[in-house]
């Protein structure tokens, strides 16, 4: 019994997991189980080397795979200018962070033009300062002579940002109209395409969230309309999650939860072969004749707190028996399709109409937006990120405030929303309004 105690109480005697042996989880290990003299000490060298690694494989973790791409390209090309110059890239010397910003802000294209921008110098701090950590050294960047370089290097560099327009909502329209519905192959793109520009937009979404949405992620709702779970984005590293709710839109065209229930029927139907994807696909009306999948809940009757025109409301359907929110609510029936969990929302599309199992990319969500705006002639520059200002502008525009905004974009503080405001919305909140003129 005091064996088994001071094993217990022993640090690291929990080792048996990793070591290959038996024992169960959660428990420490008897020592007596342990093999003696020289091949313990190996056993316990074994397993806490093998512990080592999942701690390291951990640490790797807590950064997003996007972030430890960028910080890897930078960070080498951080050393192979050191290695050039002649001095220690880890630990890096104050001044050579300063020498190294410098020598960035100063390279310039064959016209002339700036090659590293003062985003960019950041991030490549960002990077040193990462490798300077996970090694154990002070970072160089906290000190505020490294500071005071890219502050002047921002200032001489001072020009208008560059912002994708928003894509507000009349634009919106403007490009759903030009989509192509009920062709073959165009409809089975157009109608991909209006799914995730419908749920960019009511959603406020990132491209990097768009991209990641699995069937499993999307559920309907009988009075709020259609749920999405957001597993992991920009702002939640540790994968809290967030749900983000796309309401039911008044008009059929702008609907998201009927866009995003339309291209899932394409995607029950394939699977049937390309004859039924066909017919699937040239049986939806053009655009402009779209109807509604299923009733929606009244918002007369289900105490709907109104909003801007397809945002935030509900189509005033008839839910016939059902006199109370309770009663909409059981009377609700959405014929979704029964669809693998596992398998990506948004999927590629191949010439000639055939779809895959490959999920969209953000890359390819930010192109597809890009193409559909300049298709439809609107001004750009536009972009994916146009859905997210353009849900933020068309909100503060009719009237949302910036707890309201933040709720569905996420975003932690309200300084962006004014930037938004700001750069597309100046008259909201603005006192020049009330001069009488």
Known sequence: MGGEKAAEARPGADLGAVA???AEPGTS??????????????ARAASLAALAARADAHATAARAPRTRAAYAGDWAHFRRWCSAAGLDALPAAVDTVRLYLADLEATRSPDGQAVFSPATMGRRL?????????????????DPAVGAVLTGIRRTRAHATHQMRPLLLEDLRTVLADTGFGTWPTGLIATRDAAALLIGFTGALRRSELAALTVA?????????????????KTDQTSR???VVLPYGTRAGTCPPCAVLRWMGLLAAAPHGRPALMRAVLATPPWPDLDHLFPHPDPTVLGSRGGADDIGTSPPVDTGAAGTPEQAARSFRAPVPALAGHAPLLRAIRR??????TPMTGDALHAMVRRRADAAGLPGPMGFHSLRAGFVTTARRNGADHRSVRRQTRHTSDAMIETYDRDHAPLVGNAVTQLGL
């Open 241 to 243: 999650g967030a749900t």
């Open 29 to 42: 290990l008897d020592a007596a189980v342990l093999p003696d003299g020289v091949a313990a000490a190996a």
């Open 126 to 142: 960002a990077a040193i300062a990462a490798a300077h950590h996970d090694a154990g050294h002070p970072s160089p960047t906290r």
């Open 352 to 357: 000639g109409g055939t779809l895959t199992a």
């Open 217 to 233: 992620d999307a559920s309907f709702h009988p009075v709020d309309g259609l749920h999405l779970r957001i597993a992991r984005s």
């Open 20 to 22: 290959g042996v038996s």
